[in-house]
């Protein structure tokens, strides 16, 4: 969908260059843009001609061009995301915080709310992340995990009700699972239930109960809730970030969630 724009954008800097080697050519009047049209589609062996004549020249222009036109909107769009997050921290968003598994500090003063799908690769990507924002913050921020299994990921559904299992079981327990699941993804993804039942097994935990609370209407109720919640937001994928109520959506570098707490922290402060 986004190639269309760029093409044309490309054609319009092509045809503008191309234009301009007619006019250096010419020893005449300048022509008006409708005389222009009229010589270059009745005569269009002149743009060839100028092409063979000057072929280095032309790919010159038209990547200075290319990149000229990829930086501006580039600009554009960062300078689109800042409006937005400078509004969003005015009027953030309200997640309910009475429920989802908490890590971190509960009195810090940034909460990010993660909603996450464990065979998601791109939440996967984050992972690394999450982990160095508590290097870099410490006890200024908590994470609040909740689920939105993605439908067509067959293992994330199973592996959300048994994080939420272990969870009911020994709440200490479920970082070591969340980590577990990021850093061994590609065992979930092929060993399934059998993958699950062993970090289970690993963490000390009772794997017959964690299977029953897996199962249970009340993991169901707290699934289902996380996922309503995300949808509420306006979130169609994972993964999905509320940072002090801030969204962000999809997987964003480091620099992006700590400029986002930074301002926070520096508002707080100045209170």
Do not use: W
């Not at 800097?13 to 409708?34: I, K, M």
């Not at 909460?111 to 065979?119: A, M, S």
């Not at 272990?166 to 993958?195: C, N, T, W």
């Amino acid at each position: 969908m986004g190639a269309l724009p760029e093409t044309l954008s490309l054609h319009m800097r092509v045809a503008t260059l191309l234009f301009a080697a007619v006019l250096l050519a010419a020893c005449s009047a300048e022509p008006s843009p409708d005389q222009l049209k009229s010589t270059l589609t009745q005569h269009p062996e002149i743009l060839y001609d100028a092409i063979r004549a000057h072929p280095q020249e032309f790919v010159t222009l038209l990547d200075s061009a290319a990149r000229a036109t990829s930086r501006a909107r580039q600009a554009s769009s960062e300078q689109a995301e800042e409006r937005r997050i400078e509004a969003e921290i005015a009027h953030p968003r309200q997640p309910d915080l009475r429920r989802g598994v908490y890590f971190g500090n509960p009195s810090a003063p940034i909460t990010i709310v993660e909603y996450t799908d464990f065979e998601c690769p791109y939440c996967r990507q984050e992972h690394p992340v999450i982990v160095e924002l508590f290097k870099r913050y410490g006890d200024r921020v908590r994470l609040v995990v909740k689920d939105m299994p993605m439908p067509f990921h067959p293992r994330a559904m199973p592996a959300a009700r048994m994080f939420e299992a272990v969870a009911m079981q020994d709440a200490s327990k479920a970082p070591k699972f969340y980590d577990v699941m990021y850093d061994h993804q590609e065992r979930l993804i092929a060993e399934g239930d059998r993958f699950l039942e062993e970090t289970v097994r690993s963490l000390g935990l009772d794997v017959a109960r964690a299977k029953r609370d897996a199962a249970s209407e009340t993991v169901t109720a707290r699934i289902s809730a996380d996922v309503a919640e995300a949808q509420r937001f306006g979130f169609t994928g994972t993964p999905g970030f509320l940072v002090n109520g801030v969204l962000l959506e999809g997987a964003y570098p480091l620099e992006t969630f700590a400029r986002i707490i930074d301002r926070q922290l520096a508002t707080t402060r100045s209170r």
